[in-house]
């Protein structure tokens, strides 16, 4: 296939057609995608955006146009994958990859204007995770903190918190509507000894004298060998916490941009905060998420390069349930990593790992 040899700087006529035609299915996917969300959005929440006179204006420009790029970035390799699978299908059952093939050019070979867009794409996915998204994605969550009931819960579950060294703060569960916390324990440390322990049924705010209202509290003193214990219905203490930094658990990771992210993790690991694995794993996928384009690119190159007898429809259908399976896993690794001692990065790296081998078996498989 003499067109292919031609070259313009290290791109060949042939690289060139294929990452036009993969760009342009790929902003075409997103297009019709993202209208499709924007109606199911759009028809679920009516009712509440009608019933809080929510402005028109701000509906189309603070919430639906920041909408549309938070969309499109959290679900881009999805809508990259299906465009891999749609061109390679195309170019498949036109006979175009047969011809290619034949011309003497490598199945390695036809990877490369696949795996440069996904590159691509990636790179921009990572610019957009880190610096533009965060921000696009604060008017979006002020809207609709306002105008949609509130889409975070009420009550804040198994905190742990370090208002200090040597202090450590305990609570089963926080409801930020009454400002109260429930099993509450409070352990002194120190010289990594527990020298006092609280306890409580729950320690309500006081909004009069700034602390905290202990309710049914048991007190361990401990000096020695020796123990002193207190009892009693109700007693003031001051644990150091003010109820907005039980808030911390609810911390928005989608308005912080990289750097931001980095400095919550570190100032939330000083305090023992529980929020640190959430943060953790929202940086590494967002470090992580450009190699699922390249992996899945060559997942659906290796699908999709030659004529089968369901055609497009059928290498959609499987491309689209190994994509959602990826997904699947990814979010259950990070349950996995939440509740567990399972690393962040672990939990975030290895489904990308399981389909790299995947992609490198059926890359051994195609035939050539």
Known sequence: MKLSRKKYGFLSILDIYIIKKLLLTFILAIFLIIMIAIIFDLSERLDDFISNNAPIKGLIFDYYLNFIPHFANLFGHLFFFIAVVFVCSKLASNSEIIAILSSGISFKRLL??????????????????????????????EFEKVYYRNPYSNQLYNIHLQPKIGEQVYVQHFSNRTNTAYKFTQEIIQEGEIVKKTYADKIVFDSATMDW???????????????????????HIDIGILPNEFNLNQIKVEVLDYKQLNESIEREELKGNSVVTELKIEKYQRLLNPFAYIILTVIGVA????????????NLAIGIILAFSLIMMMKLTNVFATNSSLSPFFATAVPLLIYAVIAFILVRKTPK
């Open 303 to 314: 699908l999709s390069s030659h004529k089968k007898r369901g055609g497009i429809g059928l």
């Open 112 to 141: 490369r204007p696949f795996i440069l867009t996904a590159i691509f794409v990636g790179v921009v996915n990572l610019w957009l995770s880190n610096v533009l998204i965060p921000k696009v994605n604060i008017p979006r969550l």
């Open 213 to 235: 209202v202990m309710i049914n509290y048991h007190i361990r003193n401990i000096k020695d060998k020796d123990e002193n214990i207190e009892k009693g219905e109700k007693k």
